[in-house]
């Protein structure tokens, strides 16, 4: 598929993703209301999958499939498949599933369309659209390569941002293993002095869209997988925030993601860099 035809989908695959993002967050909102069971759980006993994650995987799953049939398939609770289209939706049916089960509203269904692979790593594909609705917060974001952000239709652009780091408010996640959060804690310890404050919001997705409103200043988190932060890069990205691994020549990817105001960004990663121990990378 060449550039130019790609760009010409530009304006549907962003309407798709927006349509199916409210349809989907209406439908994870409503099983809300009416009760949440553990259907598993993944990488540790914390890692829960709630049916409301299947069965929101399984509907965009179906939609895609009518809509976009040639289209590839990469979520989160549910197998891959492969694109004939050079198109492949990148889905995470509740991002905050943790949040979602014990009744907090930071969850949201993300929805990115991307060439490339996106279950190569390190990241190999390129993010067209970007789609990340939270039913309980009421904002829907959205983003097309090179076009811009929106919160509710309203465009997004970062504003002044802080002056250096000891203004600015950072964001994080942690692993569901607990091994893995103490190395997570090391390099807390040694960020938490020289920033303004810290906030875990618990949805990487909405830290990302944070970061695009202005409402952080940065955001940092070791070992994401890609339906986490697919479209909520592509979102901070087209507000004018720096998306990048732990160089700010590194792509953002599975080891580490680091997005902020070019304002900070890179004293950040500097200091994540002195930080962090290899064995999160």
Same mark, same amino acid.
């Given at each position: 598929?060449?550039?130019?035809?790609?760009?010409?989908? !530009?304006?549907?695959?962003?309407?798709?993703? #927006?349509?199916?993002?409210?349809?989907?967050?209406?439908?994870?909102?409503?099983?809300?209301?009416?009760?949440?069971? +553990?259907?598993?759980?993944?990488?540790?006993?914390?890692?829960?999958?709630?049916?409301?994650?299947?069965?929101?995987?399984?509907?965009?799953?179906?939609?895609? =499939?009518?809509?976009?049939?040639?289209?590839?398939?990469?979520?989160?609770?549910?197998?891959?498949?492969?694109?004939? #289209?050079?198109?492949?939706?990148?889905?995470?049916?509740?991002?905050?599933?943790?949040?979602?089960?014990?009744?907090?509203?930071?969850?949201?269904?993300?929805?990115?369309?991307?060439?490339?692979?996106?279950?190569?790593?390190?990241?190999?594909?390129?993010?067209?659209?970007?789609?990340?609705? #939270?039913?309980?917060?009421?904002?829907?974001?959205?983003?097309?390569?090179?076009?811009?952000?929106?919160?509710?239709?309203?465009?997004?652009?970062?504003? =002044?941002?802080?002056?250096?780091?000891?203004?600015?408010?950072?964001?994080?996640?942690?692993?569901?293993?607990?091994?893995?959060?103490?190395?997570?804690?090391?390099?807390?310890?040694?960020?938490?002095?020289?920033?303004?404050?810290?906030?875990?919001?618990?949805?990487?997705?909405?830290?990302?869209?944070? +970061?695009?409103?202005?409402?952080?200043?940065?955001?940092?988190?070791?070992?994401?997988?890609?339906?986490?932060?697919?479209?909520?890069?592509?979102?901070?990205?087209?507000?004018?925030?720096? +998306?990048?691994?732990?160089?700010?020549?590194?792509?953002?990817?599975?080891?580490?993601?680091?997005?902020?105001?070019?304002?900070?960004?890179?004293? !950040?990663?500097? !200091?994540?860099?002195?930080?962090?121990?290899?064995?999160?990378?």
């Amino acid at each position: 598929m060449t550039n130019s035809s790609i760009h010409d989908q !530009l304006p549907e695959l962003l309407r798709i993703a #927006s349509e199916l993002g409210a349809e989907a967050g209406e439908l994870i909102a409503t099983r809300r209301r009416e009760g949440i069971s +553990v259907a598993a759980t993944k990488s540790s006993s914390v890692d829960v999958v709630t049916e409301a994650d299947r069965e929101c995987e399984a509907f965009l799953r179906a939609r895609l =499939a009518e809509l976009r049939p040639d289209d590839g398939f990469f979520g989160e609770e549910s197998d891959a498949t492969a694109t004939r #289209s050079g198109i492949t939706w990148v889905v995470d049916p509740i991002d905050g599933t943790v949040n979602y089960l014990y009744g907090l509203p930071s969850y949201a269904v993300s929805i990115a369309a991307v060439t490339g692979d996106p279950s190569i790593q390190p990241t190999e594909f390129e993010i067209l659209v970007g789609a990340v609705v #939270s039913p309980e917060l009421g904002a829907t974001y959205t983003a097309v390569a090179g076009g811009g952000a929106w919160r509710n239709g309203e465009p997004l652009q970062l504003g =002044a941002g802080p002056e250096d780091l000891a203004r600015t408010l950072v964001a994080t996640g942690f692993s569901y293993t607990a091994a893995r959060r103490e190395l997570q804690a090391q390099a807390l310890l040694n960020v938490i002095g020289k920033v303004r404050d810290l906030r875990r919001i618990g949805a990487a997705s909405l830290d990302l869209c944070a +970061v695009a409103t202005g409402q952080i200043d940065a955001y940092y988190e070791f070992g994401l997988s890609q339906w986490d932060w697919a479209a909520g890069a592509l979102i901070a990205k087209e507000a004018g925030a720096s +998306v990048s691994g732990l160089d700010l020549e590194q792509r953002e990817g599975r080891s580490s993601l680091v997005a902020g105001h070019p304002r900070i960004a890179a004293q !950040l990663v500097d !200091l994540l860099s002195e930080v962090t121990p290899q064995d999160l990378l």
